[in-house]
C-alpha cells in the first residue's frame, strides 16, 4: 500500500494514526493534490489517497480508515456494535469539523490582507473550532479514552484535531480553557502512532 498526501496535511495525519496504530506496512509519498499519482489514484485529485496493493485508489480519510481497521488482526478502530460505532463516528466528525475550520482559516491566512475575508469569516470558524473544543471536554469527562475502554478512531478523530490546532493556530492557548481534553493530548501524544508523525 502507498499513502499519498503531505505529511502536513490533517486528514493526512488521521489516516497515518490509523496506519500507524493498526501496526500495517503501508509507504507514504508526500504527494501533493496537483501531483499526476494522486489524479491517476483519485478522480477527485484530493489527499489523502491510499493506492492499494491491487494498485486501486481509495479516497477520502474515512473510507481508508474503514479498509485499514479492516485488515491484519490487531483491536479494531471502529467498534462493531452499532450505538458504539455510531459514538465512534461522531467524535470522528466533530474533530474532521474542527478540522475543516481550521484549513479555512490557513488558507484564508496564505491570501494578501486585502484579498481576506475579513473578520466575520474568521469569527465563524474560530466559533467551530471553540464550540468543538468544549464538547471534546465535555464529553471526554473523567475517561481514559474518547469512547469505552480502549483507544479507537474517536482518540484518533480527536488527537488529529488537537494536533492539527497546535500546528495551524498555534498562537491559541487552548489548553488553558480545556484541561481535561490538554492531558487526554498529553497521554496520546506519548503513544508511538503520534510520535511517528514527527
Known sequence: MKLLGSSR???????????AEKGLDCEHDPASPSAPEVAAANPLAKIPT??????TGLYDSSVIIEYVDGLGNSEKLIPAEFEARVE??????????????????SHENRLAVEQRRGADF????????????????????????????????????????????DITLPEQDWRAAHPVLAA?????R???SFKSLG
Not at 496535511?9 to 496506519?19: D, E, N, T
Not at 491510499?50 to 494498485?55: A, K, Q
Not at 471536554?137 to 474518547?146: K, M, N, S, Y
Open 9 to 19: 496535511g490533517p486528514y493526512v495525519q488521521k489516516v497515518r494514526l490509523a496506519i
Open 88 to 105: 465512534v463516528k461522531r467524535w470522528e466528525a466533530l474533530g474532521n469539523g474542527m478540522m475543516d475550520a481550521m484549513v479555512a482559516i
Open 190 to 192: 506519548e503513544r508511538d
Open 122 to 165: 474568521y469569527a465563524r470558524h474560530q466559533k467551530k473550532i471553540d464550540a468543538g473544543l468544549v464538547t471534546m471536554e465535555r464529553d471526554l469527562g473523567t475517561r481514559a479514552f474518547c469512547f469505552g475502554d480502549s483507544f479507537t478512531l474517536a482518540d484518533i478523530g480527536c488527537g488529529a484535531a488537537l494536533l492539527y490546532l
Open 184 to 188: 487526554h493530548f498529553a497521554r496520546l
Open 50 to 55: 491510499l493506492v492499494r496493493d491491487d494498485g
